[in-house]
């Protein structure tokens, strides 16, 4: 016979210990709000720790204006936040402010870089600043304004930094339900059997917050986008930008996270699958990095393999972000991020807070509201 335990009440539960819960378990505790954070797994080892860390805002969020404000609010958030979590934890995070290079291999990908703000580059201006590029680029556009950061240093810094706050993790702990009553939420029940009232709670959960009963997708109808990536070891100097092409992408790293006892990595990037909750790491999947990785920077093919792995982005119909207020009182969702979870990690925290808080948010979450699936 199954045994219900009840842990204390705090004044916010948070559902998922990823970037962004994380981020926003600190925020609120810098609040003065006691906070708990439950994670099914161990905190920030699943989208947040898959990542490759490219800070975006120009070119990922052309389509939306609202989701453009959103990206720009948050990078213009990043170096303060960043230096202030390096100051709490001494150490330092990866961000890096070279920029991005786009590249096109033909007339048609030169055309869609026209699209976009930044610089336009000549095949030759590209290469004397990164000669790794292949020789048969024929137009480059330079983001100057994308950043990089440490994905997998950043989240451990949160953690790190919200224990520091007095937030309380608890990890192996998966929501089995949402508790509900007289439509307030009052907290939830875990898979265990334990029983967590709260005064608010906020779905950070990703790709699984739409799973839940009884509320399940209608707030948070989420699913996994599986992404595959890999690294190889590398000098750090092999490449000092971020590069893209339309096959995929290569972040160069340096610092502690390096592999095989070298100075760098090489992180490429990365597929995008509907497999369902499947983290697997496919040849077919490899084949396509390994590829995408040669013909950028054909040096790559004489790299040393480091290691593998996948992640689930939590993808939304409309591929914006849930965020805000539900019409269950107390009850919040912060999820949806997609590819920008890491990116839009400050100013979900930021905005967050305030929601919680009842404070009016700096900018309007109307585009975002969960309250537009129902």
């Not at 790190?160 to 608890?170: D, M, P």
């Not at 995929?248 to 509907?274: I, Q």
């Not at 054909?298 to 591929?319: I, N, S, Y």
């Amino acid at each position: 016979m199954l045994t219900t335990q009840t842990m204390a009440r705090p004044d916010v539960l948070i559902a998922g210990a990823g970037a962004i819960g994380c981020s926003l378990a600190l925020r609120l505790a810098e609040e003065k709000l006691s906070v708990v954070v439950l994670d099914k797994g161990q905190p920030g080892e699943e989208a947040s720790w898959a990542a490759a860390g490219m800070l975006a805002p120009t070119s990922e969020h052309a389509a939306s204006k609202a989701e453009s404000e959103l990206a720009a609010a948050s990078a213009a958030l990043y170096p303060a936040w960043v230096g202030q979590l390096e100051e709490r934890v001494q150490e330092k995070l990866g961000y890096r402010a070279e920029g991005t290079l786009l590249l096109a291999f033909n007339a048609e990908e030169a055309a869609l870089l026209d699209s976009l703000p930044g610089e336009r580059l000549t095949a030759e201006e590209a290469r004397r600043r990164e000669p790794a590029l292949n020789p048969q680029i024929v137009a480059v556009r330079f983001l100057p304004d994308d950043r990089q950061v440490d994905n997998r240093r950043l989240v451990q810094a949160l953690l790190v930094a919200a224990l520091g706050a007095g937030v309380e993790f608890r990890s192996q702990t998966a929501v089995a339900a949402w508790r509900v009553e007289s439509h307030r939420m009052t907290g939830v029940r875990t898979t265990s059997g334990e029983t967590v009232e709260a005064g608010a709670v906020v779905n950070a959960l990703g790709c699984w917050a739409g799973g839940v009963p009884p509320l399940r997708r209608r707030y948070a109808p989420v699913r996994p986008v599986r992404g595959q990536m890999l690294a190889l070891a590398a000098a750090p100097d092999l490449l000092r930008h971020v590069v893209r092409s339309p096959r995929g992408y290569l972040v160069p790293r340096e610092g502690p996270s390096a592999p095989l006892g070298t100075s760098g990595r090489l992180v490429v990037g990365s597929t995008m699958e509907d497999a369902g909750f499947d983290k697997s790491v496919t040849p077919a999947g490899l084949r396509g990095l390994l590829a995408a990785a040669v013909e950028i920077a054909p040096g790559a093919a004489a790299l040393p393999f480091a290691e593998a792995w996948a992640g689930l982005r939590p993808d939304t119909p409309d591929h914006l972000p849930i965020l805000g207020a539900t019409d269950v009182k107390n009850y919040f969702v912060a999820g949806g991020h997609f590819r920008n979870g890491i990116l839009l990690a400050p100013i979900t925290a930021e905005l967050m807070a305030e929601v919680v808080l009842g404070r009016k948010p700096r900018l309007s979450l109307d585009p975002f509201s969960p309250l537009r699936f129902k």
